[in-house]
């Protein structure tokens, strides 16, 4: 009688945990960067066209996230003149206020970009965190801009 | 006898434990609130702004460091109040002009240095001197690691131990007992 209240209470418990999905979110996840990859090379497509500026899909990044465990996600790189490497990695889906983060990373600094709803991406001043600015075709060139330049 | 207004604000340690239960609590406590956030996000849950698109590792580490850093202020905490304890401890002494080897001891460092009194160089070696464990040794060696918490921690410090809170509560708790026996 007793073993039965007790796994009452464990199956309340349970079933008080909201329930994730994990296996959708990394899915969603997943497709999310790379429909914003898609994004940057539209973005870009006259820039590449012209050979002003190389995009690379060749490396991958290994995560761990829990509820996930270890996967591997695509990052790209952007490369500007001879030398100037950009490099955009996702980091989790798992962070506060958003479903997603993309570090970029280019010779003169580091911004981050978050998915604050699914499809919606903002770059986020990574010193005081509460600077958040749409991720669009403007804004993406001038953060390119001042990553290789300072 | 040096002149001095005693405040009868001296910590224990065991006050300074409780404290660091509370503050450890209230770490863990906050950082269940930001990784529910990110994991069960909803509306009613309300994280400062630093903490936004951190990811669980980051913020793993934001509170681990945390946790290290109040580790070190709860450690100067404790070496200090084991100095007011040696202090006042010293002063009464002096004052009932105690008769016994600690206490003639203490007047005799009264007598030549007044009031320029070192904690490490006369009260404590007295100590040392008439007692056979090594907790005043180990605290010798704690004062150390004060005075480095003390001074901005700007140099690499040379302490031939790493200090934590349970090291550092056993030695100041071994001061306690010895001087109090």
Redesign the interface.
């Not at chain 1, 007793?2 to 990394?26: G, Y």
């Not at chain 1, 960067?33 to 590449?48: A, I």
């Not at chain 1, 002003?52 to 290994?62: A, F, G, P, Q, R």
């Not at chain 2, 770490?27 to 009613?44: A, E, G, L, Q, Y």
């Given at each position: 009688m007793k073993a039965d209240t007790f796994e009452d209470f464990l199956k309340k418990k349970k079933e008080e945990?909201?329930k994730?999905n994990w296996e959708r979110r990394q899915a969603q996840w997943i497709k999310s960067v790379t429909d914003f990859y898609n994004n940057v090379k539209k973005w870009l497509k006259p820039f590449t066209e012209k050979g002003l500026l190389v995009i690379k899909e060749d490396s991958w990044v290994h995560i761990y996230?829990?509820?996930f465990g270890d996967y591997d996600i695509k990052k790209i790189k952007i490369i500007v003149g001879k030398n100037n490497i950009i490099t955009l990695t996702p980091?989790?889906t798992?962070?506060?206020?958003?479903y997603g983060?993309i570090d970029m990373k280019g010779p003169m600094g580091e911004i981050?970009i978050?998915q604050i709803k699914w499809g919606k991406w903002k770059f986020?001043n990574k010193l005081t965190?509460?600077e958040?600015w749409d991720a669009n075709e403007e804004t993406f060139k001038s953060v390119i801009q001042d990553l290789v330049n300072g | 006898m040096a002149n001095i207004s005693l405040s009868g604000q001296k910590k224990s340690i065991e006050s300074v434990f409780s404290w660091y239960e509370d503050q450890i609590e209230a770490i863990n406590d906050f950082k269940n609130k930001v990784i529910t956030s990110i994991i069960h996000p909803r509306p009613s849950l309300v994280v400062n702004k630093k903490f936004i698109s951190l990811t669980l590792t980051e913020i793993n580490l934001y509170f681990d460091n945390s946790t290290n850093e109040l580790k070190h202020l709860v450690c100067l905490n404790l070496i200090s109040a084991t100095e007011a304890f040696l202090r006042v401890d010293y002063y009464k002494r002096i004052k009932k002009r105690e008769r016994s080897k600690i206490g003639r001891l203490f007047r005799d460092i009264e007598n030549n240095k007044e009031n320029k009194v070192s904690l490490e160089d006369d009260i404590i070696e007295a100590w040392k001197s008439i007692k056979r464990s090594n907790s005043f040794s180990d605290f010798l060696g704690l004062l150390k690691y004060r005075h480095w918490l003390a001074h901005g921690r700007y140099w690499t410090p040379k302490l031939g131990r790493e200090y934590s809170f349970d090291i550092a509560y056993e030695i100041v708790e071994n001061v306690f007992k010895a001087v109090s026996k």
């Amino acid at each position: 009688m007793k073993a039965d209240t007790f796994e009452d209470f464990l199956k309340k418990k349970k079933e008080e945990e909201p329930k994730i999905n994990w296996e959708r979110r990394q899915a969603q996840w997943i497709k999310s960067v790379t429909d914003f990859y898609n994004n940057v090379k539209k973005w870009l497509k006259p820039f590449t066209e012209k050979g002003l500026l190389v995009i690379k899909e060749d490396s991958w990044v290994h995560i761990y996230e829990d509820g996930f465990g270890d996967y591997d996600i695509k990052k790209i790189k952007i490369i500007v003149g001879k030398n100037n490497i950009i490099t955009l990695t996702p980091r989790a889906t798992l962070v506060l206020g958003g479903y997603g983060r993309i570090d970029m990373k280019g010779p003169m600094g580091e911004i981050s970009i978050i998915q604050i709803k699914w499809g919606k991406w903002k770059f986020i001043n990574k010193l005081t965190r509460n600077e958040l600015w749409d991720a669009n075709e403007e804004t993406f060139k001038s953060v390119i801009q001042d990553l290789v330049n300072g | 006898m040096a002149n001095i207004s005693l405040s009868g604000q001296k910590k224990s340690i065991e006050s300074v434990f409780s404290w660091y239960e509370d503050q450890i609590e209230a770490i863990n406590d906050f950082k269940n609130k930001v990784i529910t956030s990110i994991i069960h996000p909803r509306p009613s849950l309300v994280v400062n702004k630093k903490f936004i698109s951190l990811t669980l590792t980051e913020i793993n580490l934001y509170f681990d460091n945390s946790t290290n850093e109040l580790k070190h202020l709860v450690c100067l905490n404790l070496i200090s109040a084991t100095e007011a304890f040696l202090r006042v401890d010293y002063y009464k002494r002096i004052k009932k002009r105690e008769r016994s080897k600690i206490g003639r001891l203490f007047r005799d460092i009264e007598n030549n240095k007044e009031n320029k009194v070192s904690l490490e160089d006369d009260i404590i070696e007295a100590w040392k001197s008439i007692k056979r464990s090594n907790s005043f040794s180990d605290f010798l060696g704690l004062l150390k690691y004060r005075h480095w918490l003390a001074h901005g921690r700007y140099w690499t410090p040379k302490l031939g131990r790493e200090y934590s809170f349970d090291i550092a509560y056993e030695i100041v708790e071994n001061v306690f007992k010895a001087v109090s026996k």
